[in-house]
């Protein structure tokens, strides 16, 4: 069973496009929320975060970060253990 995803991004932010390619070529079913002009959602996703930048990745309600970490995460082969949900 795969974990919960949720990333807080922005239409057409560059780092926003990358995280969607990352999750999508890997096959990750995740939330997508964008929050736009939407000041309670970024409240929300600062709060949560502790940072303002889109996107803000959130796996099993842990903040991973934003494309950078997500990438790093993937490429050292931590990604694929964070996403099994645990019974």
Do not use: H, W
């Not at 079913?29 to 990745?57: C, H």
């Amino acid at each position: 069973m795969q974990a919960d995803v949720i990333m807080y991004s922005t239409r057409f932010c560059p780092y926003c496009m990358r995280a969607r390619k990352l999750l999508k070529n890997k096959n990750i079913e995740y939330q997508e929320i964008f929050i736009g002009m939407n000041r309670t959602l970024r409240e929300e996703m600062e709060q949560k975060s502790g940072r303002t930048s889109v996107p803000q990745i959130f796996i099993n309600g842990q903040a991973i970060g934003g494309y950078d970490d997500i990438a790093q995460l993937n490429i050292d082969g931590q990604l694929d253990t964070l996403l099994i949900k645990e019974k």
